[in-house]
Structure formats: structure tokens, C-alpha cells
């Protein structure tokens, strides 16, 4: 078992109004804290999706668990070979090296909490998506960045599925 001891002085306080704003709808993301804001402890943001939207393609992190708690609404969880689903108060907690993917549930909202630890620098991989979906970059530029960003694509035939 290993433990991260984070290396920074002063509480975080991240308010709303200052949380930088990755995509629009269908996908939002709200950029909160950074692992070199936490002094490595965590890294987190919130992601909102309307109306059934995906979030997160099947992939896994070698080095940090992923939490994930539902503010508002429900969403689909894959969690290694299983699907769930998580309701408004509900959390999943999905360990390192575990295929994981998530996506609002079709004919709903969902606005989830996540955050990764320990922490990883993460809001370069959020304004990487960004210049994709704006065309700036191919799809394909994100397999150059698995590994800087411990996000390891890869597939899954129950989330295929079921999405």
C-alpha cells in the first residue's frame, strides 16, 4: 500500500464563478482543482450532461481511483465488466487499472462530482478534448497523451452495448 502525502500549505477554495468552463451542452466541464493546486492530493471537476450524453469513454488510470458522486440526476457508470447506475446522492469509487466510462442516462440529466486520486494534471487533457471537438486536433492525438495524462483508452463490448 502507498500513500501520497500532498505538499501544500494553504485550504483550496475554488468558487463557482472562477471554475474555468470546458464545452457547452450536451457536455459541460467544470475545471475545479488541479493536482498541482492540491499539492497532488486530488484532482476534480464537474461534468454535467443533458438529455442521455456521453462522458467518458471506456479507458482506465494505472495510478489514481476515480470517484464519482452524483449531484443531480442519473447517470450510467461501467465499472470493469459492470454497468450501473447512479442516482442523485449516489457514489461510485472505481480503483486503479479498472475500465471505467460514464454517460447521463438516455432521457436524462446527470451532474456528477469527480475527482481522481491521487491526483493527476488534468486540465491539459480537458482543454485537449476542447481543441478536438473544435477541430483543432485529431481524435487520434489523444493516444500520444495516455500517458501523460494516466487516461488509457480502451474497449468494452458491455458498454458498447448499452450505449
Do not use: C
Not at 475527482?115 to 473544435?134: D, K, M, S
Not at 477541430?135 to 495524462?149: A, D, F, K, N, T
Amino acid at each position: 500500500m502507498s500513500f501520497v502525502v500532498p505538499e501544500f500549505d494553504s485550504s483550496v477554495l475554488v468558487r463557482e464563478t472562477d471554475a474555468e468552463v470546458i464545452g457547452r451542452a450536451p457536455t459541460t466541464v467544470r475545471l475545479l482543482a488541479d493536482s498541482s493546486t492540491t499539492g497532488g492530493a486530488l484532482s476534480t471537476q464537474r461534468v454535467t450532461l443533458s438529455d442521455g450524453a456521453n462522458g467518458a469513454t471506456p479507458h482506465h488510470h494505472n495510478n489514481s481511483a476515480e470517484m464519482f458522486y452524483v449531484l443531480d440526476g442519473a447517470a450510467e457508470f461501467l465499472a470493469g465488466d459492470e454497468i450501473v447506475t447512479g442516482g442523485k446522492g449516489d457514489l461510485i469509487v472505481v480503483p486503479p487499472r479498472t475500465a471505467h466510462a460514464f454517460a447521463a442516462v438516455p432521457g436524462s440529466d446527470a451532474d456528477l462530482l469527480i475527482v481522481l486520486a491521487p491526483g493527476v494534471e488534468r486540465f491539459e487533457y480537458f482543454r485537449h478534448l476542447q481543441r478536438i471537438a473544435l477541430g483543432e486536433l485529431s481524435p487520434e492525438s489523444l493516444l500520444e497523451v495516455q500517458e501523460r495524462y494516466d487516461n488509457h483508452f480502451l474497449t468494452s463490448t458491455a458498454w458498447d452495448k448499452r450505449r
